[in-house]
């Protein structure tokens, strides 16, 4: 694959590649999966070229899946970003490729030019990946949203852009159900959407919409908790889940 990218330009479409911002959610707290390249000491969401026999889409669902190990995740296309000192000012240079993985390029190669990134969001449960980092990758890993690490190119812009399309789409679509396990308290997805809206929510309120829009339904089971009165779980409606994500449901908090 790397002497694909790096010398046979003709498999991959120039100047135009995805960029996968990747959520989960975990321990209250919206994290994004990053990656790390040999060449720098920064961070990238994941990301990689369009080969000239996929969409777009289908080269999102392509890196996700060679990150996280899962297939049929939520997509969503937000924003396309381009500046033609994207590389210039990265450090990413031929020279560094050559040090750092002893592939030899030259400096006027395609993949040093300018080129437009389409941007999506992916969302995971946070349980199910199995973390997979790339051939040119010195690491890939989780990172909280609020505390990220020195990034490359434009991708601080790119996270933030992320993170509001999410919170714009959260109150309209049911996408909550992507993050959660199957089963799930009240209290549960009360914390994940005030932890991606980052604001508090009326308890009282917030429920009375999850449950009068019908995507969630309460279940004849309980959690065992030590020391506390067990409360119920529930799940989300998939056929109401569906439904909602093709036509929208009103979920402004």
């Not at 992916?122 to 990220?148: G, Y």
């Not at 009240?186 to 009375?208: M, V």
């Not at 919409?209 to 339904?217: E, H, M, T, Y």
């Not at 998939?238 to 439904?243: A, H, I, L, M, S």
Request: aromatic share 14%.
């Amino acid at each position: 694959m790397a002497d694909d990218i790096l010398n046979d330009s003709g498999k991959f479409l120039l100047n135009v590649a995805v960029d996968n911002v990747i959520f989960g959610y975990h321990e209250k707290e919206l994290k994004v999966l990053l990656q790390q390249p040999f060449t720098v000491d920064k961070w990238t969401v994941t990301g990689g070229y369009i080969k000239r026999t996929e969409s777009i889409e289908e080269a999102a669902a392509r890196v996700a899946f060679t990150r996280t190990g899962l297939t049929g995740l939520f997509l969503q296309q937000f924003r396309s970003f381009g500046n033609p000192k994207r590389v210039l000012d990265s450090g990413f240079t031929a020279k560094h490729i050559a040090e750092v993985t002893g592939y030899e390029i030259p400096e006027d190669s395609w993949i040093f030019d300018y080129f437009v990134s389409v941007a999506f969001y992916t969302l995971t449960e946070f349980s199910k990946v199995r973390v997979e980092k790339a051939e040119f990758e010195a690491a890939c890993q989780w990172w909280p949203v609020n505390d990220l690490p020195p990034m490359m190119f434009d991708h601080e812009l790119i996270i933030k852009e992320a993170l509001k399309a999410l919170r714009l789409h959260i109150a309209h679509y049911p996408i909550g159900y992507e993050l959660l396990e199957e089963k799930f308290t009240l209290p549960e997805i009360h914390s994940l959407y005030e932890t991606i809206l980052a604001k508090s929510l009326d308890d009282r309120n917030f429920t009375k919409k999850l449950l009068a829009a019908g995507i969630i339904v309460k279940l004849n089971e309980k959690r065992k908790i030590s020391g506390h009165r067990p409360p119920y779980l529930y799940k989300f409606n998939k056929e109401k889940y569906d439904e909602g994500l093709k036509s929208g449901v009103e979920l402004v908090f």
